[in-house]
Protein backbone atom coordinates (compact mmCIF):
# COMPACT_ATOMS: atom_id res chain seq x y z
CA UNK A 1 0.00 0.00 0.00
CA UNK A 2 1.18 3.56 -0.61
CA UNK A 3 2.24 4.97 3.04
CA UNK A 4 2.09 8.76 4.07
CA UNK A 5 4.26 9.82 6.53
CA UNK A 6 1.97 9.33 9.31
CA UNK A 7 -1.30 7.61 9.61
CA UNK A 8 -1.94 7.10 13.17
CA UNK A 9 -3.45 10.18 14.85
CA UNK A 10 -2.34 12.31 17.94
CA UNK A 11 -5.78 11.38 19.10
CA UNK A 12 -5.27 7.40 18.33
CA UNK A 13 -1.82 7.34 20.43
CA UNK A 14 -3.54 9.12 23.40
CA UNK A 15 -6.78 6.73 23.44
CA UNK A 16 -3.93 3.80 23.04
CA UNK A 17 -2.07 5.08 25.95
CA UNK A 18 -5.18 5.79 28.23
CA UNK A 19 -6.28 2.28 27.32
CA UNK A 20 -2.97 0.42 27.61
CA UNK A 21 -2.66 2.15 31.33
CA UNK A 22 -6.25 1.68 32.08
CA UNK A 23 -6.93 -1.60 34.86
CA UNK A 24 -9.63 -3.16 32.75
CA UNK A 25 -8.30 -6.03 31.61
CA UNK A 26 -9.48 -6.19 28.19
CA UNK A 27 -6.74 -6.30 25.39
CA UNK A 28 -8.92 -6.65 22.23
CA UNK A 29 -9.98 -2.89 21.90
CA UNK A 30 -6.13 -1.63 21.89
CA UNK A 31 -4.88 -4.43 20.26
CA UNK A 32 -7.66 -3.44 17.19
CA UNK A 33 -5.81 0.30 18.20
CA UNK A 34 -2.60 -1.33 16.95
CA UNK A 35 -4.35 -2.73 13.65
CA UNK A 36 -4.91 0.65 12.24
CA UNK A 37 -1.44 1.40 11.71
CA UNK A 38 -2.17 -0.78 8.59
CA UNK A 39 -5.30 -0.43 8.05
CA UNK A 40 -6.36 3.31 9.59
CA UNK A 41 -9.76 2.54 8.75
CA UNK A 42 -10.60 -0.29 10.58
CA UNK A 43 -13.91 -1.09 12.29
CA UNK A 44 -13.18 -2.71 15.26
CA UNK A 45 -17.69 -3.46 16.28
CA UNK A 46 -17.39 -7.05 13.76
CA UNK A 47 -14.23 -8.31 15.73
CA UNK A 48 -15.10 -7.35 18.95
CA UNK A 49 -18.54 -9.15 18.68
CA UNK A 50 -16.64 -11.63 17.24
CA UNK A 51 -14.98 -12.40 20.05
CA UNK A 52 -17.78 -12.07 22.35
CA UNK A 53 -19.82 -14.77 20.30
CA UNK A 54 -16.53 -17.08 20.83
CA UNK A 55 -16.60 -16.68 24.54
CA UNK A 56 -20.32 -17.45 24.70
CA UNK A 57 -20.23 -20.52 22.84
CA UNK A 58 -16.52 -21.22 25.13
CA UNK A 59 -18.87 -21.03 27.95
CA UNK A 60 -20.70 -23.29 26.79
CA UNK A 61 -18.16 -25.99 26.07
CA UNK A 62 -16.48 -25.38 29.63
CA UNK A 63 -19.77 -25.74 31.71
CA UNK A 64 -19.72 -29.18 29.70
CA UNK A 65 -16.26 -30.15 30.14
CA UNK A 66 -15.96 -33.79 31.30
CA UNK A 67 -12.96 -35.04 32.84
CA UNK A 68 -10.84 -38.18 31.88
CA UNK A 69 -8.55 -38.21 35.25
CA UNK A 70 -5.75 -40.24 33.70
CA UNK A 71 -4.92 -37.19 32.08
CA UNK A 72 -4.58 -34.56 34.15
CA UNK A 73 -0.83 -33.86 35.22
CA UNK A 74 0.47 -34.23 38.68
CA UNK A 75 -0.73 -31.13 41.36
CA UNK A 76 -2.71 -29.91 38.86
CA UNK A 77 -6.71 -28.79 39.71
CA UNK A 78 -8.56 -31.35 37.58
CA UNK A 79 -11.55 -29.06 37.11
CA UNK A 80 -8.54 -26.43 35.75
CA UNK A 81 -7.66 -28.90 33.60
CA UNK A 82 -11.08 -30.19 32.08
CA UNK A 83 -11.63 -26.33 31.23
CA UNK A 84 -8.25 -25.58 29.44
CA UNK A 85 -9.14 -29.18 27.85
CA UNK A 86 -12.05 -27.74 26.89
CA UNK A 87 -10.87 -24.18 25.33
CA UNK A 88 -8.12 -25.98 23.39
CA UNK A 89 -10.43 -28.59 21.97
CA UNK A 90 -12.99 -25.14 20.54
CA UNK A 91 -10.40 -23.12 19.53
CA UNK A 92 -7.27 -25.09 18.14
CA UNK A 93 -9.11 -28.49 16.65
CA UNK A 94 -12.44 -27.02 16.27
CA UNK A 95 -12.15 -23.43 14.82
CA UNK A 96 -8.75 -24.66 13.79
CA UNK A 97 -6.42 -21.18 14.98
CA UNK A 98 -2.72 -22.84 14.59
CA UNK A 99 0.61 -20.70 14.55
CA UNK A 100 1.71 -19.34 11.65
CA UNK A 101 5.18 -20.84 11.36
CA UNK A 102 5.92 -20.95 7.50
CA UNK A 103 5.22 -17.02 7.35
CA UNK A 104 5.93 -16.13 10.39
CA UNK A 105 7.42 -12.60 9.53
CA UNK A 106 4.36 -11.99 7.95
CA UNK A 107 3.30 -8.22 9.81
CA UNK A 108 -0.39 -10.05 9.73
CA UNK A 109 0.24 -12.33 12.46
CA UNK A 110 0.50 -9.26 14.39
CA UNK A 111 -2.72 -7.35 13.87
CA UNK A 112 -6.16 -8.83 16.01
CA UNK A 113 -8.50 -8.30 12.74
CA UNK A 114 -6.15 -10.08 10.32
CA UNK A 115 -5.73 -12.97 13.07
CA UNK A 116 -9.37 -13.76 13.87
CA UNK A 117 -9.88 -13.44 9.90
CA UNK A 118 -7.41 -15.97 9.25
CA UNK A 119 -7.13 -17.98 12.01
CA UNK A 120 -3.24 -17.63 12.38
CA UNK A 121 -0.65 -15.71 14.23
CA UNK A 122 2.42 -15.45 16.16
CA UNK A 123 2.22 -16.83 19.61
CA UNK A 124 1.59 -13.40 21.63
CA UNK A 125 -1.81 -12.71 19.26
CA UNK A 126 -2.95 -15.70 19.40
CA UNK A 127 -2.53 -15.99 23.41
CA UNK A 128 -4.72 -12.92 23.28
CA UNK A 129 -7.19 -14.79 21.32
CA UNK A 130 -6.81 -17.17 24.27
CA UNK A 131 -7.09 -14.54 26.75
CA UNK A 132 -10.07 -12.42 25.62
CA UNK A 133 -12.06 -15.87 24.71
CA UNK A 134 -11.12 -16.92 28.33
CA UNK A 135 -12.21 -13.87 29.80
CA UNK A 136 -15.05 -14.25 28.32
CA UNK A 137 -16.18 -17.65 28.75
CA UNK A 138 -15.04 -17.12 32.76
CA UNK A 139 -11.68 -18.89 32.78
CA UNK A 140 -8.57 -17.15 34.44
CA UNK A 141 -6.13 -17.36 32.07
CA UNK A 142 -2.86 -15.04 32.42
CA UNK A 143 -0.05 -13.96 30.20
CA UNK A 144 3.40 -15.33 30.54
CA UNK A 145 5.86 -12.90 28.91
CA UNK A 146 8.55 -15.30 28.43
CA UNK A 147 11.64 -14.19 26.38
CA UNK A 148 11.00 -15.53 22.79
CA UNK A 149 7.60 -16.71 23.10
CA UNK A 150 4.81 -16.03 25.15
CA UNK A 151 2.60 -18.24 26.72
CA UNK A 152 -0.33 -18.62 29.15
CA UNK A 153 -0.45 -20.11 32.30
CA UNK A 154 -4.40 -21.04 34.18
CA UNK A 155 -3.10 -20.39 37.67
CA UNK A 156 -3.52 -23.42 40.36
CA UNK A 157 -6.42 -22.17 42.88
CA UNK A 158 -4.91 -20.97 45.82
CA UNK A 159 -5.78 -22.56 49.32
CA UNK A 160 -6.41 -26.06 47.63
CA UNK A 161 -4.08 -28.94 47.89
CA UNK A 162 -3.30 -28.22 43.49
CA UNK A 163 -0.08 -26.41 43.30
CA UNK A 164 1.01 -26.38 39.70
CA UNK A 165 -0.02 -23.68 37.30
CA UNK A 166 -0.95 -24.78 33.73
CA UNK A 167 1.95 -23.07 31.45
CA UNK A 168 0.01 -23.24 27.91
CA UNK A 169 1.67 -22.78 24.44
CA UNK A 170 -1.32 -21.13 22.15
CA UNK A 171 0.88 -21.26 19.11
CA UNK A 172 1.47 -25.05 19.29
CA UNK A 173 -2.23 -25.92 19.57
CA UNK A 174 -2.58 -25.00 23.41
CA UNK A 175 0.16 -27.90 24.32
CA UNK A 176 0.68 -27.95 27.93
CA UNK A 177 4.52 -27.09 28.82
CA UNK A 178 6.62 -28.05 31.74
CA UNK A 179 9.11 -25.76 33.12
CA UNK A 180 11.68 -28.03 31.17
CA UNK A 181 10.37 -27.52 28.36
CA UNK A 182 9.99 -23.80 29.22
CA UNK A 183 13.61 -23.80 29.71
CA UNK A 184 14.55 -25.38 26.67
CA UNK A 185 12.40 -22.87 24.70
CA UNK A 186 14.72 -20.26 26.72
CA UNK A 187 18.10 -21.65 24.99
CA UNK A 188 16.88 -22.06 21.83
CA UNK A 189 15.63 -18.21 21.82
CA UNK A 190 18.08 -16.86 23.99
CA UNK A 191 21.48 -18.85 23.34
CA UNK A 192 23.07 -21.46 26.36
CA UNK A 193 24.47 -19.07 28.57
CA UNK A 194 20.84 -17.72 29.51
CA UNK A 195 20.78 -18.12 32.86
CA UNK A 196 16.91 -19.56 34.09
CA UNK A 197 14.70 -17.55 36.51
CA UNK A 198 11.27 -18.26 37.57
CA UNK A 199 10.50 -15.24 37.41
CA UNK A 200 10.72 -15.03 33.75
CA UNK A 201 7.10 -16.92 33.93
CA UNK A 202 5.73 -14.03 35.95
CA UNK A 203 2.51 -12.49 34.81
CA UNK A 204 3.16 -9.19 32.63
CA UNK A 205 1.27 -6.07 32.89
CA UNK A 206 -1.48 -4.66 29.83
CA UNK A 207 1.12 -2.49 28.99
CA UNK A 208 3.76 -4.87 28.89
CA UNK A 209 2.24 -6.87 26.69
CA UNK A 210 1.04 -4.76 23.97
CA UNK A 211 4.18 -3.14 23.84
CA UNK A 212 5.57 -6.54 23.01
CA UNK A 213 3.08 -6.80 20.52
CA UNK A 214 4.38 -3.68 19.43
CA UNK A 215 8.17 -4.32 19.52
CA UNK A 216 7.51 -7.32 17.25
CA UNK A 217 5.76 -5.51 14.72
CA UNK A 218 8.47 -3.11 14.90
CA UNK A 219 10.95 -5.45 13.67
CA UNK A 220 9.55 -6.69 10.95
CA UNK A 221 8.44 -3.62 9.80
CA UNK A 222 11.89 -2.09 9.66
CA UNK A 223 13.13 -5.73 8.04
CA UNK A 224 11.11 -4.96 5.19
CA UNK A 225 11.85 -1.18 4.99
CA UNK A 226 8.53 -0.01 5.80
CA UNK A 227 10.04 2.71 8.18
CA UNK A 228 6.99 5.35 8.48
CA UNK A 229 4.64 2.11 9.87
CA UNK A 230 7.63 1.44 12.08
CA UNK A 231 7.92 5.04 12.93
CA UNK A 232 4.03 5.42 13.79
CA UNK A 233 4.98 2.04 16.44
CA UNK A 234 7.28 3.93 17.32
CA UNK A 235 4.35 7.03 18.97
CA UNK A 236 2.38 4.42 20.21
CA UNK A 237 4.90 2.87 22.82
CA UNK A 238 5.94 6.66 24.00
CA UNK A 239 2.64 7.11 24.56
CA UNK A 240 2.79 4.38 27.07
CA UNK A 241 6.22 4.65 28.31
CA UNK A 242 7.69 8.48 27.50
CA UNK A 243 10.95 7.04 29.24
CA UNK A 244 11.44 4.59 27.06
CA UNK A 245 14.49 5.89 25.75
CA UNK A 246 15.02 3.52 23.04
CA UNK A 247 12.71 4.18 21.06
CA UNK A 248 13.11 7.69 21.29
CA UNK A 249 16.31 7.38 19.47
CA UNK A 250 14.72 4.57 17.17
CA UNK A 251 11.86 6.77 16.41
CA UNK A 252 14.59 9.75 15.88
CA UNK A 253 16.79 7.57 13.10
CA UNK A 254 13.69 6.23 11.97
CA UNK A 255 12.93 10.18 11.12
CA UNK A 256 16.19 10.50 9.22
CA UNK A 257 15.71 7.75 6.97
CA UNK A 258 12.34 9.26 6.26
CA UNK A 259 14.01 12.52 5.27
CA UNK A 260 12.53 14.49 8.27
CA UNK A 261 15.13 15.76 9.43
CA UNK A 262 13.53 18.51 12.14
CA UNK A 263 11.98 15.62 13.87
CA UNK A 264 14.81 13.54 14.01
CA UNK A 265 17.19 15.90 15.28
CA UNK A 266 14.54 16.94 18.00
CA UNK A 267 14.28 13.28 19.08
CA UNK A 268 17.97 12.79 18.92
CA UNK A 269 18.94 15.72 20.73
CA UNK A 270 16.35 14.37 23.65
CA UNK A 271 17.48 11.12 23.74
CA UNK A 272 21.01 12.13 24.00
CA UNK A 273 20.48 14.76 26.56
CA UNK A 274 17.62 12.70 28.47
CA UNK A 275 19.10 9.03 28.26
CA UNK A 276 21.60 7.90 30.76
CA UNK A 277 25.54 8.40 30.35
CA UNK A 278 27.18 6.67 33.24
CA UNK A 279 27.92 3.08 33.08
CA UNK A 280 28.19 2.89 29.16
CA UNK A 281 29.87 -0.13 27.98
CA UNK A 282 32.02 0.33 24.52
CA UNK A 283 29.65 -0.61 22.46
CA UNK A 284 26.66 2.01 23.99
CA UNK A 285 29.60 4.80 23.80
CA UNK A 286 30.30 4.23 20.27
CA UNK A 287 26.24 4.16 19.49
CA UNK A 288 26.43 7.79 21.51
CA UNK A 289 29.05 9.16 19.30
CA UNK A 290 27.48 7.77 16.19
CA UNK A 291 23.84 9.54 17.16
CA UNK A 292 25.95 12.39 18.10
CA UNK A 293 27.32 12.35 14.55
CA UNK A 294 23.97 11.93 13.25
CA UNK A 295 23.11 15.30 15.57
CA UNK A 296 25.98 17.67 13.60
CA UNK A 297 24.75 17.07 10.70
CA UNK A 298 20.90 17.56 11.19
CA UNK A 299 21.81 20.54 12.69
CA UNK A 300 23.50 21.60 9.29
CA UNK A 301 20.93 20.10 7.28
CA UNK A 302 17.98 21.89 9.08
CA UNK A 303 19.91 25.10 9.51
CA UNK A 304 20.16 24.71 5.19
CA UNK A 305 16.33 24.62 5.10
CA UNK A 306 15.13 27.93 7.21
Keep these: ?43 ARP ?12 AVR ?26 NE ?3 DELKFVGNDVQFEDPRNSFLNEVLDRRTGIPITLALVY ?47 TETACREMLRKHVGDSAAWDTHLLEQPTKSQI ?13 RMCSFPQARDITDLMLGVDPAAFDELRDRGLLAYHLRDYAAAL ?7 RLSPKS ?14 EHVKTLRRRVASLN
Design 210 to 222: LVRMLLNLKRVYV
Design 90 to 92: YLF
Design 131 to 177: MEVARRAGVEIQGVNMPGHFMLRCPAPLGTRYTQDLIIDAHHGGAIV
Design 47 to 58: YLEQLDSLGREA
Design 279 to 292: SLDDEERDEREQIW
Design 1 to 43: MHYTFHVVSEQLVQSFTRLALSPDPDLAIAALMIARIEYPKLD
Design 62 to 87: VSGAGLDPSRVPPRVDPEAFARVSAL
Design 266 to 272: RDLQTYL
